[in-house]
C-alpha cells in the first residue's frame, strides 16, 4: 500500500477510497497525515513512522474530522496531534456520532483493532488563516478549508514543499459537499494564492493520486469549481439532464451518484428550493 515515496514524503494508499494518508519526514519530525482504513494498513503506517522515526516527535495530523479520517488516531499515542479549532472544538455529540460511524463500520465487516478507538483530543489547534508552526527549520502553514465539512485545514509542509489538501482537488471525486457549497468555493479560490506563496513540489489529496504537476492542480480546481457553478444553476432551473450529466464520466456511479444527489440537496437548501413531499 505504499503507494509513493520520493523527497521526504511517503504516501500509503488505502484499498478502501483510494484514501491517502502521508508520512513526511524532515530533519525536525516526523508528521503522519489522516492514518487510515483497515487495522494492518494503519499497522503497516505505524511501523513505517516507528522505524524512520530515531529521536524526532511525531505529530499527527488530521485534515478534517470526517469518521474515515480520524480511524486511525488511537493508533499514534505518543504523537503531537494538530487540527483546526473546529474539529478540537466539536461538541461531545458530534464526536460520538463520528465515532458511532466508526464502530458501524468495524461492525459491519467484523474489524477488530488492536488499539482504541478515540476522537483526537489536539494539542496544536489551528484557529488562523495562514497560521504557521515552526520546528527548528521546518514550517508548517495551514489554512483554513471548509466546504466539504465544517473543521478541514490546508497543511503547507516546508522545506518539502508538501499539500495535504484534506478532501479537495481529488483526481477521482467531485467535490463532495457537506457543509456549504460558498465555502467550498472560496477554499478553491485560494489555490491560486498558495501556489504563489508556497514553492510546491506535491500535492496530497485524500483521495486518489498525489500531483507534481503545478498545472493538473490548476485544472483540479478549475473543474471543480464549475462542478458547483453547474450544479447551481442546473439546480435552480431542475435541469435535470445537466444535473445528471456532470457526473456521466465518474469512474464509481453505482456510490458517486449517491454523493452527487447529496450536493443536489444541500444545494437546494442553500437556494431555497422547495422539494416536492415525496
Ligand atoms: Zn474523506
Redesign the pocket.
Known sequence: MLQWEHGGIAIFQSVL?R?ASAVAETEDLILISDPCWLPHEVENIRRYVLDKAGGRPIYLLFT?S?F??IIGCGAFPEAHVVASNALAGKAEAEREQILEQIRTFDDDYYVTRDYPVVYPEVDIIVREDGQQLQVGGTTLTFYHAQG?NDDGIFTIIEPLGVWLA??YLSDIEFP?IYHSSTLYEETLHKVRSILDRHPISVLVP??GQCTEDMEEILGRQVKDLQYILDLRSAAASGDEETIAGLIKDCPFPRNMRKFHYNNRLLIERELNIARPAT
Do not use: I
Request: no cysteine; net charge negative; aromatic share 16%.
Open positions: 477510497y484514501t478534517h470526517d474515515d479520517h466539504h484534506g478532501d463532495y485524500g483521495h
